[in-house]
């Protein structure tokens, strides 16, 4: 006897992209079918640990594919087994993930985080090294600088933007030492200063010597930057951020083709570093008005660093949106579609006084960690997200005691020019 009747789907098709179709039109149906769902227009969230199987048989079958024991037909899904190793709310957003960046395959996850951690677990083992761009952000930072080594993996820092060439004899290095690079993992433009690295170029380092090329893409992507049209091979993202947008989610997600988005899963599924179905639910809302988020942000973005550029009370602004002629400025141009809404400056003085004094008066910007939401944040580097990276390294990094980060959000763009004039001005 079945435990379901046999025209219950068990198994769900992978959607196909309709040709010609824009991702943010597909945002409110891709990969979801109403009919399955008592007509909702909206997917419900499937708040269930487990799903009920037809037959003995067909669990069995459905394992022998999760665990890779069996070779599978890539024309016959995975069965839906147990939420640790997929969902339909999962399911869905990974569907929709790879529309905008033009992926084969995506995997979701409870945190940016985890979606890094989890993808460098799976892909380097103890004795084999990784390099990557600094500054980053201050978690991958420890677990490069800190953690990994712990487990034997040998991790080295390269400057962002660095010269291929460099970066190429340090891979030589490596091999010599016999630690030979298995991942170059590039965060740009890197948090906070906003330097961007060459994915293109460093993309042919990495594979010329065997690595895979892996992007922190949560600053600029995926709207204003798709590194695996460059040559990436797998990206990354605090979906927190601009995906989610709402400051209201923490999850994350990694994509790119599908043997290696396969073995991530692998290791996602038995870390446990699985999305829960609400969080998932909660980004597939936060996905229908992504470009209108992320543009309205970059466009107010472009006003606010203008206004900051020409205030006396402003030492230094970094902006993609207003970098001088040269080497950056025309990496820029070629790999990024529009600079984002992340500002770094520095007050006049360019002291922690000055920048604290600033976070302390700002009234309708709030001084919260976080970016990519649809309020504008403001932050102190330093003593705050990066506050892990040691001082020294920091200083040579470019992160100075005065920077502060504002991630400009949807308000009036008058509005947050008017809390920045005022927090500037005189006491
Ligand atoms: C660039 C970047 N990558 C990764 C992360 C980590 O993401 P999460 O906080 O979702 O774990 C962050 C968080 O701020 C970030 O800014």
């Given at each position: 006897m079945s435990h379901l009747p046999p025209s219950a789907p068990r198994r769900r098709e992978?959607?196909?992209?309709?040709?010609?179709?824009?991702?943010?039109?597909?945002?409110?149906?891709f990969g979801y079918r109403p009919e399955l769902s008592e007509g909702a227009i909206k997917p419900p969230i499937f708040q269930t640990s487990t799903f009920v199987f037809h037959s003995a048989e067909e669990g069995k079958e459905f394992f022998s594919y999760a665990y890779g024991l069996a070779e599978r037909d890539p024309a016959?899904?995975?069965?839906?087994?147990y939420s640790r190793l997929n969902n339909p709310n999962i399911q869905i957003l990974e569907d929709r993930l790879n529309l905008w960046d033009g992926a084969e395959a995506s995997a979701a996850f409870a945190s940016g985080m985890a979606a890094i951690a989890t993808s460098i677990l799976a892909l380097v083992r103890p004795g084999e090294s990784i390099v990557f761009s600094r500054p980053l952000y201050g978690g991958t930072d420890y677990l490069l600088e800190r953690l990994l080594p712990d487990m034997g993996i040998v991790t080295r820092a390269v400057p962002a933007g660095a010269a291929a060439g460099a970066v190429e004899e340090l891979f030589a290095a490596l091999e010599r030492e016999g630690t030979p690079c298995r991942l170059l993992l590039l965060e740009t433009?890197?948090?906070?200063?906003?330097?961007?690295?060459?994915?293109?170029?460093?993309?042919?380092?990495?594979?010329?010597?065997?690595?895979?090329?892996?992007?922190?893409?949560?600053?600029l992507g995926p709207l204003y930057q798709q590194p695996l049209r460059h040559g990436a091979d797998l990206v990354l993202y605090s979906a927190t951020k601009y995906l989610g947008g709402h400051s209201d989610v923490v999850a994350g997600a990694a994509l790119g083709c599908e043997p290696v988005i396969e073995r991530i899963k692998l290791y996602r599924t038995i870390l446990g570093s699985?999305?829960?179905?609400?969080?998932a639910w909660l980004l597939l809302r936060s996905l229908e008005t992504f470009k209108l988020r992320m543009t309205c942000a970059r466009k107010?973005?472009?006003?606010?660093?203008?206004?900051?550029?020409?205030?006396?009370?402003?030492?230094?602004?970094?902006?993609?949106?207003?970098?001088?002629?040269?080497?950056?400025?025309e990496l820029f141009a070629r790999q990024c579609t529009g600079p984002g809404a992340l500002i770094a400056f520095e007050p006049a003085e360019g002291t922690e006084e000055a920048a604290f004094r600033l976070l302390n008066r700002v009234r309708l910007i709030k001084l919260a960690v976080s970016l990519g939401g649809t309020e504008s944040l403001i932050e102190h580097p330093a003593t705050m997200t990066h506050a892990d990276v040691p001082v020294e390294s920091q200083r040579e990094l470019g992160i100075t005691p005065g920077m502060v980060r504002l991630s400009v959000g949807i308000e009036h763009p008058d509005d947050l020019i008017a809390d920045l004039a005022e927090a500037l001005g005189p006491a």
């Open positions: 992978r959607p196909h992209r309709p040709p010609g179709r824009h991702p943010e039109s597909l945002m409110m149906s016959r899904p995975i069965g839906l087994i433009p890197a948090n906070p200063t906003l330097v961007h690295s060459d994915i293109a170029a460093l993309s042919e380092v990495a594979h010329r010597r065997g690595a895979c090329c892996a992007v922190d893409n949560t600053l699985v999305p829960d179905p609400h969080s107010n973005a472009e006003k606010v660093a203008r206004f900051l550029a020409g205030h006396p009370g402003v030492g230094s602004v970094l902006y993609p949106g207003l970098l001088p002629e040269g080497e950056q400025r």
